[in-house]
């Protein structure tokens, strides 16, 4: 019989419509019992007070009231336990529960004082457990939370009004009054809320770092009322103590009615100074023991020995002995260390899952390999065995459990012992992935009510690639080949700056969101400077690419550039990204949890293994050098793969962000390579040359920089027009590129458009020294209308040692912005033996603002700024030319009647530069010469608007020419 625990009058509705009597023990609203009390509490119900005492019935609608000395424990039936603190109050506002499926609802209200809980049945569900708190509703879901209303004060003298701490589990969300959530999803970390003028502040800390002394102690007892604990439990005493197994498998406490009890057992109240909550595991079996007043606790568990699902086969992925392209095969030749990942075909190995038959998964059968189902999130190491389906020893592996029923699976196999094995096991050695979940429900991410729920921000941390671990490669940043890696080493790829993986959805939930990744590295200054940066933009889909088929996943387009020593030419980095496939009995996934909390973000595994919609065009990582032809590099190391965990650990309201619909212009620089080994420098003249238009709404941006030959310098090429994002142009007018993400006015990034986008390399031009204009078109390339230009935000992937190792402050200037870009670009140029010319710029710096028209600006009054200059430097030598950024300072004064002042860019690279800047009436810039020790240049700028005033800033570009010197760049200041 169902056991609904609710109110009197649900039970009498549940007889009346079955026709069946009652009995009394469903008939009242008992709840679940007091299993440990300490000193005085009491037990309100109704008008009523009274004494609150071991072995006293908890029922729904009950007050209890701890004074400065109490403790309380209440089981509930459904096996979960509140540990009520001293100075407490606790109401339970809802309690239903059906053992049958453990579903059912657990609500209380706590308005002060500290509990902690410790979840039963009810925390399993797809339904948190709630409490409802002074600042807004707590849910937890399968863990344990420590919840504190009157928190220790911070060092740094701030009092947080509350605190909530994810101890073990797998959710923690808070959904404050007046607006705002966030959510935690690792054990150790915790919500504090401490209170604003307007609301509450909510942010997310490591819970080592709160001051938890005093509320352990509340929890546990005063010195002379411990409970006989020789010290106060920690947090991470409460995952030792073995509860979080023991009380998350048990079965449901399924509590009948009978005339007369089997077991009765007298609850005896403790004595007055040696009783406290004793440890937790035992709490539980005590409880159970101790309760049993007219009632029989008896214990129902599954059947010891599971079943098999079939027909489970998850994803293999394998590297490949070869990566196909259009002009043929590129041989990899090592291709466990080039990291060429692709699907095992269908059927070569048979993977079941083993459950209960109430569908708890036990273990995973891989061949004939069987290992353990993760109950918990983590790793577990897999001890090397013999494996006959592979003729070869599994030299170890991993499983990494994560939330929502998601396990992954990496085998590190050895060589085999003979030519007979299958062709998955034909190289030498290589890595076997094997990847299961539940599938996330499509409505998780799009609603079927628009405006049900507000837009938020999902932050997702990435785990490692295993295979690159096998090969000693702990660095992260997963968008780099693995032989890039190994030449760039840890410490330097360590030491780069990495962003999460972003999930950015729009406003208004009516389409899909928005993905964005970054990483950033440089170190050394000048000719020892070594340098790259990769970003990635793209969307959450809702169906597979080219089936139509219905499945959650993400896909974007990896871009960026990187340069291994300043004498190198820069290599420049394509292909895919997206989330592996996750097969299951229902169907295919590609995100795994009830709330989307896990999948598997690679690179464009070749064949059916990557779910994308609209990037099937896109491939496996390619690094493309000069000299190779776009479509198929001519070294098996440049292609490569990566195949990470990106598991859900924070989410934000999106309006709690900086995010509004504007139009910003300013100004671009940078080096041009050209495939003939030609450097020249290239920026802005004027400020519509540069624009930036961003989308609130849809999460996006899209615009264009136009930078011009300095020098005359390259014989053909006098101007560059770069587009990214959406079209700003008006060429496509209907061209809508999801290959940018806009997180906030200081986090984006955005790429080239492609040919799905119907805009493609037509607005990337190339403007003729003869006046003609023709479009970025290579001939042979596989994604022949994608230039590969990138744009990121300098918010994004903050560099702040590359300033402070040249003894340069960066400029703070948050009303303007500024970051790096870079292009691969080819047109047709029948001068050249291939008939087209190919063009690079690697880490060009742009900078932007709210520009006021002319007539807007002062007409007197001086006045002064100071910020920074970047740029970009080459310096020609014997045989070999040297490339590397730099940063200096920047000071400006400027007479707004005159229309005239002094530009000076300081300790740019080691070298001054200044001259005299001239503007006009009713025009928002200026121009001028430079000039410096050995150096001649010029500048060019505009007047950007600022919260204080209407020309609060200033931005441009400049360049600069010596003896075998050349260089470019960016500034911007504002007012002191």
């Known amino acids: 019989m169902t056991y609904l625990l609710k109110t009197t009058a649900y039970a009498a509705l549940l007889a009346g419509v079955s026709g069946l009597a009652v009995p009394a023990a469903l008939a009242d609203s008992r709840v679940g019992v007091s299993s440990a009390v300490n000193k005085q509490s009491t037990l309100e119900r109704g008008a009523i007070q009274r004494t609150f005492t071991v072995g006293e019935d908890v029922n729904f609608k009950d007050r209890i009231i701890t004074n400065p000395e109490g403790l309380a424990q209440v089981l509930f039936v459904d096996g979960s336990t509140f540990t009520i603190g001293s100075n407490t109050r606790v109401v339970i506002d809802e309690f239903v529960y059906n053992p049958a499926d453990g579903s059912g609802a657990l609500v209380s209200e706590v308005t002060k004082g500290a509990l902690r809980f410790v979840g039963g049945k009810l925390s399993k569900g797809t339904q948190p457990v709630k409490f409802k708190t002074p600042v807004g509703i707590l849910g937890v879901r399968g863990g344990i939370m420590e919840l504190d209303l009157n928190p220790s004060c911070e060092s740094g003298g701030g009092c947080p009004v509350m605190t909530a701490s994810l101890i073990f589990g797998d959710e923690l969300t808070l959904d404050a009054d007046g607006g705002g959530s966030r959510q935690v999803f690792d054990a150790g970390q915790s919500i504090v809320v401490r209170r604003e003028n307007d609301g509450f502040e909510i942010s997310v800390v490591p819970t080592e770092t709160l001051g938890t002394r005093g509320l352990q102690q509340r929890l546990t007892g005063s010195p002379r009322q411990n409970g006989g604990a020789p010290r106060a439990p920690a947090p991470q005493d409460v995952v030792d103590s073995g509860l979080p197994q023991i009380n998350s498998n048990q079965s449901p406490f399924v ?10 057992t007298t609850a005896v109240s403790p004595e007055p100074d040696s009783p406290g909550i004793s440890g937790p595991a035992r709490e539980v079996t005590q409880s159970v023991n101790e309760k049993a007043q007219g009632d029989v606790v008896r214990e129902e568990t599954d059947p010891v020995d599971p079943t098999v ?6 994803l293999f992925a394998t590297p490949q002995t070869a990566y196909q392209t259009s002009n043929g095969a590129a041989t990899v030749a090592d291709p466990f260390s080039a990291n060429i990942a692709g699907p095992v075909p269908a059927g070569l190995i048979s993977v079941n899952l083993l459950e209960t038959p109430g569908g708890v998964p036990t273990g995973v059968e891989i061949g004939d390999i069987s290992l353990p189902f993760p109950i ?6 897999i001890d090397p065995v013999y494996s006959t389906t592979y003729s070869r020893q599994v030299e170890g592996g991993t499983i990494l459990g994560g939330p929502g029923g998601f396990a992954l699976y990496f085998l590190s196999l050895g060589a085999p012992d003979s030519t007979t094995v299958s062709p998955a096991a034909a190289n030498p050695s290589t890595g076997l992935y094997v990847v299961v979940g539940n599938p996330t429900p499509r409505e998780v991410f799009y609603p079927d009510v628009l405006g049900s729920r507000p837009a938020q921000v999902r932050t997702y941390s990435l785990g490692e690639d295993y295979v690159r671990t096998a090969l000693d490669l702990t660095s992260a940043v997963p968008l780099l080949n693995t032989a890039v890696l190994e030449r760039f080493g840890n410490r330097f790829v360590n030491d780069a700056v990495e962003t999460p993986l972003y999930i950015i959805e729009r406003t208004n939930l009516d389409r ?4 964005l990744y970054a990483a950033f590295g440089i170190e050394g200054y000048g000719p020892d400077q070594r340098s790259f940066i990769v970003s990635d933009a793209g969307l959450v889909f809702g169906s597979l690419a080219g089936s139509g088929e219905s499945a959650l996943g993400v896909g974007g387009t990896r871009r960026g550039s990187y340069r291994f020593a300043s004498s190198d030419s820069s290599t420049f980095m394509r292909g895919g990204t997206g989330s592996t496939k996750i097969e299951n009995p229902l169907r295919f996934t590609a995100i795994a949890g009830p709330d989307g909390e896990a999948f598997i973000y690679s690179s464009g595994i070749h064949g059916s293994g990557l779910a994308r919609n609209s990037y099937g065009g896109e491939r496996e990582f390619i690094d493309v050098n000069l000299s190779d032809p776009l479509n198929a590099p001519t070294d098996g190391t440049q292609y490569g793969s990566a195949l990470v965990p990106a598991l859900l650990s924070d989410k934000t309201a999106l309006s709690t962000l900086n995010r509004p619909s504007v139009i910003f212009n300013g100004f671009a620089s940078g080096m041009v390579e050209n495939a003939d080994l030609r450097v020249v420098p290239y920026r802005s003249y004027g400020s519509s040359d540069v624009l930036f238009s961003f989308d609130g709404s849809r999460a996006s941006l899209g615009g264009v920089l ?26 496509f007018p209907g061209a809508s590129s999801s290959r940018s993400a806009y997180l906030d006015l200081s986090r984006f990034a955005a790429n080239s458009t492609g040919p799905s986008d119907s805009q493609g390399g ?5 403007f003729k020294d003869d006046g003609t204009v023709i479009s970025h078109r290579p001939t042979t390339s596989a994604t022949p209308q994608d230039p590969g230009t990138y744009v990121v935000s300098s918010g994004l992937v903050p560099q702040p040692e590359l300033f402070s190792a040249a ?12 970051g790096w870009w870079g292009s691969q670009t080819q047109f047709e140029d029948n001068t050249q033996p291939s008939g087209q010319r190919t063009d690079f710029v690697h880490l060009g710096t742009w900078a932007i603002g709210d520009l006021p028209r002319g007539d807007e600006l002062p007409l007197n009054g001086t006045a002064t700024y100071n910020g920074h200059a970047v740029g970009n430097v080459s310096v020609s030598g014997p045989g070999s030319t040297a490339q590397y950024v730099a940063v200096g300072d920047m000071q400006m004064t400027y ?3 005159e229309r005239a002042g002094s530009l000076e860019i300081n300790n740019f690279d080691g070298r001054d530069m200044s001259g005299t800047m001239f503007g006009s009436m009713g025009v928002n810039g200026f121009e001028g010469s430079l000039s410096g020790l050995g150096l001649e240049g010029s500048a060019s700028g505009a007047f950007a608007r600022g919260p204080a005033s209407v020309a609060q800033g200033v931005l441009g570009s400049f360049d600069v020419t010596g003896a075998g010197y050349n260089a470019v760049g960016s500034f911007l200041g504002e007012t002191r």
């Open 376 to 381: 918990s999130p983590g790793t577990t190491p």
């Open 706 to 731: 136009n930078v011009s030959d300095v020098n005359g310098a390259d014989p053909d090429a006098a101007r560059f027009q770069y587009a990214f994002g959406f079209d700003v142009t008006g060429t």
């Open 895 to 897: 007479d707004f009647a």
């Open 762 to 766: 037509d607005t990337t031009l190339l």
């Open 255 to 264: 509590i009948r009615p009978v005339l007369r009890p089997e077991v009765v």
């Open 512 to 515: 899909s969101a928005r993905t």
């Open 309 to 314: 699902r079939q027909n489970l086969t998850g």
């Open 807 to 818: 003894d340069v402050q960066e400029c703070a200037c948050e009303f303007m912005k500024w």
